[in-house]
């Protein structure tokens, strides 16, 4: 996903003069060629991600569409301050890029996960935010909205779903219907909802837009009121999106996700991911626990 998001990037750079990208010592290496062709456009900031964020602010109430590429946690965690204030109050638009989402940096630490970055985008008013599966459906949804005069969180992953599902921005894909439950897979979690699902009695929904939320087609693709919210991020991070989507209906919600608390176990993120049940298995022992509730 890097590898297309690095082409996308680039794309956009040498055909619209007013567009500017800015690093923190993250990408220098795939984006060498544009920096050498656009000095004036194109920065290695350094480890500084917080200020970064208030240059590309200055850009952008310049009329410049910045790019910023980081880590996650950095990108979120250091400059929460800049993005709320510079971009969100200000109300110009930029493009923040972060890689390593949830715990894809498995083997350098605490410090480098980032399972809260939904949490922390959605207390950022007017922010989009976009978590594509593939680096198909990253083209896909960066096209559509990298000019769109909003800030923008792409959460990147080097994990990528194995089927491409066609996607449109701010809109939910239905990947199959059934009448037992309904199932949402966001962004990477949709290998494993769709084998735990196979053959299975019911609707799978995918979402890779979290915000805007599109409550509409869960509205419309809810007939049990069961949920199951796979996310792959802090559990219960789109719990109020889906409660909202249904207003004054009983609902049952089930959800899988990362635990609310510090994680200290080290390993790969196929470790990780079995120890925290976001794998198939996990996803169909609850889902046939759930269907079974009365």
């Known amino acids: 996903m890097r590898k297309q998001m690095m082409d996308s ?35 290695n ?29 950095f990108i979120l965690g250091r400059a929460y301050e800049q993005l709320k204030l510079d971009f969100c ?8 890029i972060a890689t390593g989402a949830a715990y894809d940096f498995s083997t350098l630490g605490y410090s480098h996960y980032c399972q809260e970055d939904v949490d922390i985008v959605k207390t950022l008013p007017g922010m989009e935010l976009i978590a594509p599966g593939t680096p198909r459906e990253f083209a896909t949804l960066f096209d559509t909205t990298w000019h769109d005069g909003k800030p923008t969180y792409y959460r990147l992953t080097d994990h990528c779903n194995r089927e491409d599902i066609p996607v449109t921005f701010g809109k939910a894909s239905v990947i199959q219907k059934g009448t037992k ?3 949402i897979a966001v962004g990477t979690m949709l290998d494993a909802v769709m084998e735990a699902c196979r053959d ?3 609707t799978v929904l995918y979402y890779t837009t979290l915000l805007p939320f599109d409550y509409e087609t869960l509205a419309e693709n809810c007939p049990s009121g069961r949920i199951l919210l796979c996310e792959p991020h802090y ?30 176990k080290y390993g790969k993120k196929q470790d990780k991911d079995e120890n925290l049940g976001l794998t198939a298995v996990s996803v169909k022992e609850t889902l046939t626990h759930f269907i079974c509730l009365e």
């Open 89 to 96: 109050y200000q109300g110009v638009g930029g493009n923040f």
């Open 181 to 183: 439950a309904t199932v």
């Open 235 to 264: 559990m219960g991070a789109l719990a109020y999106e889906v409660y909202a989507a249904l207003p004054n209906r009983s609902i049952m919600l089930q959800v899988l996700g990362m635990p609310r608390e510090i994680y200290r």
């Open 9 to 43: 990037v680039s794309g956009v750079l040498r055909t619209h003069e007013n567009t500017s990208l800015l690093l923190v010592d993250i990408g220098v290496w795939g984006f060498r060629d544009i920096l050498k062709e656009f000095p004036e456009r194109a920065f």
């Open 200 to 202: 299975e009695d019911v």
């Open 45 to 73: 900031i350094g480890v500084f991600e917080d200020g970064m964020v208030s240059v590309a602010a200055g850009l952008a109430l310049s009329g410049i569409t910045p790019f910023v590429y980081g880590i996650s946690p």
